[in-house]
């Protein structure tokens, strides 16, 4: 669990927005939506000051452990 927790982060603070090292001013949160067998279905949240962003992260687990296979996003 900890590996997902850790490929959740960084597809959601750098990879997923395509900003390396870019710093957010928000309150960041996730769950675990489902889990079954080699996939793992995810929900992380960015809450701004004026909107949020919330990302529906896929991850797959392979040979080479847990790799993100789908994010979508919406905002709010």
């Avoid at 750098?14 to 889990?35: F, R, T």
């Avoid at 000051?49 to 709010?76: H, P």
């Amino acid at each position: 669990m900890h590996f997902i927790r850790t490929t959740i982060y960084k597809a959601t603070s750098c990879n997923a927005l395509n900003l390396p090292g870019n710093k957010y001013d928000c309150k960041s949160s996730y769950e675990i939506l489902s889990q079954d067998g080699k996939v793992c279905v995810a929900k992380a949240t960015m809450a701004f000051d004026n909107f949020s962003r919330v990302d529906y992260i896929t991850l797959n687990q392979g040979k080479d452990g847990w790799k993100v296979s789908k994010v979508e996003t919406t905002y709010s």
